[in-house]
Structure formats: structure tokens, C-alpha cells
């Protein structure tokens, strides 16, 4: 099992959550937090105990990404590995390194240092998901305070997707208005260097639960020219 767990650090980037191998082999090398599965707990089970163990944290849900198996990714035997990924505030946990791990650290996707086995394929792969995955998935509800600027949400998202996509302003903020998605509360914020007030909104989580039962998200962002 591996973990991607990305953290969102509101007006600075995307990270990635990475521990230092603490044993042969790539000892002293960067990687991804996981381990083997043990016989008797389920793949779920497996990247919790192992996420806990190797940094400390505590998730009740990552979302499974893909399976890996090219031979000759563990130098050790013949490894299919089951990843997982996750889109946090890394300010809401507390990381420590133990197990199998000497440090833990939160690194800029875009500064990475050299990963061990294959884990700079599945990074890109985990990057790539949740890049598509905000194209047609409203996300947010654990990276944003309850209340929150549409200039900020829009940010969020920009993080996300870097420069993959242009992103309309006004036709974003009307689709998730016409889904019911967010909805405006009666307060503003003083915006720092700024002289009126931003309006505030919140999600509705309510309206997400029922639309993503009904399976009717729109389409947010159009893709990128030559991508399917």
C-alpha cells in the first residue's frame, strides 16, 4: 500500500506529504508513506495503519488511486502495489516519523527531492487524478474555513489545476450558483490592500450529497485543447 496525501496551503501551493526511508532499500532516500499488507486487514485497513505508523496521521478516508506492478519496482521481490491518495489542511494534523521512517516532511509538488522505487510515477499519477477530478467534482469542504471569498475558493482551484487551465471566473462561480452548490451569507470581509468588503459564501453540503447521488455535476472547467 502507498499513500499520496497532498496538502493545500492557502496562498502558497500544493505539497505532498513525504517520509525518509529509515532502511535498505533507498535508505535515506524520499518516498511515499507505505508498507505490506498483513493478512488479516482489509487494503483500507492497510495504508491507515501504515499512513499512522510512518507519519503520525490519522484518516478516516483516502480514495483509491491505482494499482502499480511493473516488475522490477521493489528491488526486493515481485510487489504490486494498491495506492491511495488524499487532498488535506496540513495545518489540521500533527506529523511525527516513526516505523519504518526517519523523518516526515510536507514537500512543494513542484520542488520534490529524487523519490525511492516508483513513487515519482505514481506522484504524477496521483497529481494527474486529482487535477481531472476537480474538473467535474466541486472540492473544498475540508481545504476552506466554513465561511469563505469567492476570490478564495477560485484560488483553491487555480492551486490545483497550476497552469493546466484557464479558468472562466464568472461562468465557474454561475455553474456552482446554478448547482446550489455554494450559497452567499449575509456578511462580508475586509480584504486586505482592498477597500469594499468581499461577500462571503459556504458550501451547501446538503445539495452536494444529493447531487453527487443523482450523478448530475456539470461539467466546471472545459478541457484543455487535444486532451479527451
Known sequence: MDAVVFGYHPGEGLSVLLVERRFDPHQGMWALPGGFVRDDESLEAAVQRELKEETGIEMRYLEQLYTFGNPGRDLRRRVVSVAYFALVRPEAFQISASSDASDVRWFDVQKLPELAFDHKNILETAIERVRSK????????????????????????????????????????????????????????????????????????????????????????PQSPGKS
Open 134 to 221: 476537480v474538473t467535474y467534482e466541486p472540492i473544498g469542504f475540508n481545504l476552506l474555513e466554513e465561511k469563505f471569498t469567492f476570490a478564495e475558493l477560485l484560488r483553491l482551484y487555480e492551486t490545483i489545476l497550476g497552469d493546466k487551465r484557464n479558468i472562466d471566473r464568472a461562468n465557474f462561480k454561475k455553474k456552482l450558483k446554478s448547482l446550489g452548490l455554494i450559497e452567499e451569507v449575509n456578511e462580508r470581509r475586509k480584504q486586505a490592500g482592498s477597500g469594499r468588503p468581499a461577500r462571503l459564501y459556504r458550501f451547501n453540503l446538503t445539495q452536494y450529497a444529493e447531487k453527487k447521488a443523482q450523478g448530475i455535476f456539470e461539467v466546471l472547467f
